[in-house]
Every structure is written in structure tokens, then in C-alpha cells.
């Protein structure tokens, strides 16, 4: 019952939203001004629908409003606001609602695995809560639970979303919301996985160290797909407050947050989707804890070194150069008007270059600059964002929230600079240098192989022309994208077509 009360209400706010949408959108054709008011007063109402049904539904509406509330450059202003104070938190549930699920996933022996529990959990959130417990040897431990019925809110919120995105799809053609959709459902799923985050938890434990920072230690003997068991790390989350640490540790605190991220990013592949100051715990001996490892994001090797490149123009300041290591990352598709971006990026670099984070938030120069990347965006018809964009983007402005709070004096860029003057040091670059010379080695030794395939899978009545044109096809995929590719692709397919007609 439930779960249709939550789908009917996600139908009639989108229904509602949806044919006003589409009459401006209509309206403004002939006659944009006339539509302004009518438009605002619409985002207004459904800013604040959108946020209390998130807030009362929770689950996967909680997530896609942070995602709303981290991007001013593609949602209305009355949206951000609405969602921003939208937080990964749920109303708590008694231990005996919580119970099916580890009678489930530890099949009716939960005893052999935890000997007490506490009733009364550390932190509730939108896919589960956490409780303090001891395994049977005594070993303290948090355990964190999925709700037993997750499963069909996620599924409903799932089919609302994609719905969604196909209404507006069609009256924003520019915008790449199927992208969007792909990326939630995605991470939705593996958010449900509690395999997935304790394997990605391993995985960034060393980095994390390198930046003296913790990330608690999975016992795998007693973890399920719904049940998470871990080391127990006593404190206080940084979201309760950061008055009580001393501003020097805070400022130390935000560099090592941030130099982390960057390492996930650029160095290990693998990012963590979620760095709020939820999900940092602060211990009485100083040791702060990275938590919550349900959400991230794999980044190629490719994508990784134009990342580097990407933040070593940050750091000098090349805004020409950050739109062309875009470019690189498949966010630019060829045709794209480069100029017009390059125009609005210097724009907006300059605009929050000169202004101190905490005054700029919620000015009307931020909302200008928004509604002119907005206004690129829907009117670009040359911008295709990675898979990956959705969660990086949000985990970029929910690490800029973060360093705020710490350290409100400086920007995210002024705290990274040191990082992104070194990305740009002679020996990053020669680094780079040598990651691409490998990969391409690696490429152009997996060559013979294919062409052997091709031959010997070489159909009856096909030419060896035909197979020398595929072999060249494939040697010519294997340089970098532009003009020089583009061509040899063409010839090399020609090649491949007129072979096959004879």
C-alpha cells in the first residue's frame, strides 16, 4: 500500500508540473516574456512539492534531490534552494522492524554472528541504519542494515524518475537526461549492494591512509548483500558541527579531504560518490573516518589522464585549456561551438574567482551565471557528458560543502592548489606522457591478435582486401580522437564496404 501511495503522488507531481512545463515551453515560442511570471511562479510551487515529497518518501528521492540542489547550472534556483537542505537521513526504526532483514541474511543464526545489538541506531539514512553491536568473540563492530522494504520504493522511485526524464526530454532536447537516468539507476542498484561498498571500502583503505585518514575494516566473515558489519569507529560525525575543532586542524582537515579526492579521482580510479560531513567521523584521539563507501564511481584510464590535464590548467588558471582537456573527456562532441563555451567558462571562472564562497552563495551573481550556463546547456547541441558526470558532480559539491565548512576563507581551488601546481609539474607531465605511450602499447599489441581472428573468421566469398581494410580500420581506432582519426576511420571503412561488394 505503501509503495502505490508513493507512486500515485510521484505521478500527480509529475503530471502537474509536467503540462505546465510543456504550455511555457509552448507559449514562449511566440512570446517568452508573457510566460516569465507564469514559469516562476510554477518552479516556485514545485520546488517546494518536490522537496517535502523527498523529505517524506526518503530512499531514492533524498539522493535525486542532492543531485538537484548540487547543480544550479542545470535546475531553476527555486529547486537548489528547496533541495539543499535535503540531507541522507531518515526517521529512525525500532531494532524489531530491522530484524527481518538479518534473519534473512544470516539464515535464522543471527547469534553466531552478533551477540548484542543496540537498539537504538547510530544513524539512520534513506537506504538504512546503522547499529553498534559485538560479533560473538566481542569484538565491537557497526552494523549497518538495509530496510526490509527498500527494495519496491527504489524500484517505484526508479520508474518515476525515468518517466520524468522522458517528459522533459522532449521539451529540453538539449539536455542529456538519458544519461542522467542510466547513471541514477545505476548507482541505485549498487547502493543496494552491500558487497559492492565493503569491496570499494577495501579498495580505498590505503589511499586514504597516504592521507592520514581512516576508512573502518570490513569482516567479511559476518557481511551480507544487505548486511554490512564493520570495524566501529567511535565519535562524532563532522555534520553535528566543526565549532569544537580548532581552526588550524579544520584547515589541515579540508587539504587532506580534498588531496583524497583528487587521489581517487586522477590516481586510483575509483571515487567515493558520497564525501559529506555525514560520512566523516571525528574520534577523541583526532583520528578522522571516512564512511559510507555505497556510492562510487569507476573512471577509465583514459578519463583519469584528462582529468590530470584538466586540473593541472585549473591550477594555472587556463580556462582555454580546461574546455579543451573537456573535450578530451567526451563532453565536447566534434562541431561543438569550443568559442562560445570558452566565452562563458572565462565568464564564470572570473566570476567566482573574485568572490568569497560564503557571499556568492545564494547572490543574484550566482543566479545569473546559472541561468547562463542553464540557457548554453539547453540550447547546446554539442555537449555529450560522460556516464560518470551525475556522481562526480555531486560529489564535487558536496566536498565544496564540506571544505566550507571547515575552512569558509578559501575556495575549493585556492585549498587544491598546491595539488594541481604538482599535476602540472614536468614530472606529472612526463607521467602522463609515459600512461599514454603504455596504453597505446597495449592497444597496438592486441593488434596480431584481432588479425588473426579476422582471418580466420574470414566468412566465404570475403576478400583479403576486405580483411586488410578492417585491419586498417582497427589500427586506425587506435590513434587519438580528431581531424587525423576521423579520416582514416572513413578511408578504412570505405575500404571494409567496397571490399564486402565484391
Not at 535535503?86 to 543464526?109: C, I, K, N, S, V
Not at 564525501?275 to 584510464?301: K, Q, Y
Request: aromatic share 6%; glycine share 8%.
Amino acid at each position: 500500500m505503501g509503495v502505490l501511495l508513493r507512486g500515485g503522488e510521484g505521478l500527480l507531481l509529475i503530471a502537474w508540473l509536467g503540462w505546465q512545463y510543456a504550455a511555457c515551453a509552448l507559449i514562449a515560442r511566440w512570446c517568452e516574456p508573457a510566460v516569465r511570471p507564469w514559469r516562476r511562479q510554477v518552479h516556485r510551487l514545485g520546488a517546494r512539492w518536490l522537496a517535502s515529497y523527498a523529505r517524506r518518501r526518503g530512499a531514492l528521492l533524498i539522493k535525486l534531490g542532492q543531485y538537484i540542489a548540487s547543480r544550479p547550472d542545470f535546475f531553476p534556483l527555486p529547486y537548489v534552494d528547496a533541495c539543499a537542505h535535503l540531507r541522507d537521513q531518515a526517521p529512525p526504526r525500532a531494532l524489531a522492524a530491522m530484524l527481518p532483514t538479518l534473519e534473512r541474511a544470516f539464515e535464522g543464526r543471527v547469534a553466531d554472528h552478533l551477540a548484542w545489538i543496540d537498539p537504538t541506531p547510530l544513524a539512520s539514512a534513506s537506504f538504512g541504519q546503522v547499529h553498534h553491536a559485538r560479533t560473538a568473540c566481542g569484538a565491537a563492530v557497526a552494523v549497518k542494515i538495509q530496510y526490509p522494504d527498500l527494495a519496491p520504493a527504489v524500484a517505484m522511485d526508479l520508474r518515476l524518475t525515468r518517466l520524468a526524464l522522458r517528459l522533459f526530454q522532449a521539451m529540453y532536447p538539449g539536455w542529456p537526461l538519458h544519461l542522467v537516468a542510466e547513471e541514477v539507476t545505476r548507482t541505485a542498484r549498487e547502493e543496494q549492494d552491500y558487497l559492492h561498498e565493503g569491496l570499494a571500502s577495501d579498495r580505498l583503505r590505503p589511499l586514504l591512509a597516504r592521507r592520514g585518514l581512516r576508512a573502518p575494516r570490513v569482516l567479511w566473515a559476518h557481511t551480507r548483500e544487505r548486511v554490512l558489519v564493520m570495524e566501529f569507529a567511535p565519535g562524532a560525525t563532522l555534520a553535528r558541527g566543526v565549532g569544537h575543532v580548532p581552526m588550524p586542524e579544520r584547515k589541515g582537515l579540508a587539504v587532506r579531504v580534498v588531496d583524497a579526492w583528487l587521489d581517487m579521482l586522477v590516481d586510483e580510479g575509483l571515487v567515493h560518490g558520497d564525501p559529506h560531513a555525514g560520512n566523516l567521523i571525528r574520534s577523541p584521539d583526532g583520528t578522522t573516518w571516512v564512511i559510507d563507501f555505497g556510492m562510487t564511481v569507476e573512471v577509465g584510464a583514459a578519463e583519469r589522464q584528462a582529468y590530470r590535464r584538466f586540473l593541472a590548467r585549473l591550477g594555472q588558471d587556463d580556462v582555454d585549456g580546461m574546455v579543451d582537456a573537456l573535450a578530451e573527456l567526451g563532453v565536447l562532441v566534434p562541431g561543438a561551438d569550443r568559442a562560445a563555451l570558452r566565452r562563458l567558462a572565462r565568464e564564470i571562472y572570473e566570476g567566482l574567482g573574485r568572490l568569497n564562497p560564503l557571499t556568492f552563495k545564494g547572490s543574484l551573481r550566482q543566479a545569473a551565471l546559472a541561468a547562463k550556463a542553464g540557457s548554453f546547456l539547453r540550447n547546446c547541441r554539442g555537449i555529450v557528458f560522460p556516464r560518470h558526470t551525475v556522481v562526480l558532480v555531486r560529489a564535487l559539491g558536496l566536498v565544496e560543502g564540506l571544505c566550507l565548512e571547515l575552512d569558509p576563507e578559501r575556495t575549493l581551488v585556492d585549498i587544491a592548489r598546491p595539488r594541481l601546481a604538482r599535476l602540472a609539474s614536468p614530472l606529472a607531465l612526463a607521467s602522463d606522457a609515459f600512461a599514454e605511450l603504455r596504453a597505446f602499447w597495449n592497444r597496438l599489441r592486441q593488434v596480431p591478435d584481432r588479425i588473426d581472428e579476422l582471418v580466420a573468421q574470414r566468412p566465404a566469398g570475403v576478400g583479403l582486401g576486405a580483411v586488410l581494410a578492417a585491419i586498417l580500420l582497427l589500427a586506425a581506432l587506435q590513434l587519438e580522437p580528431g581531424t587525423a582519426r576521423t579520416i582514416a576511420v572513413a578511408v578504412a571503412g570505405l575500404g571494409v564496404l567496397l571490399g564486402l561488394r565484391k
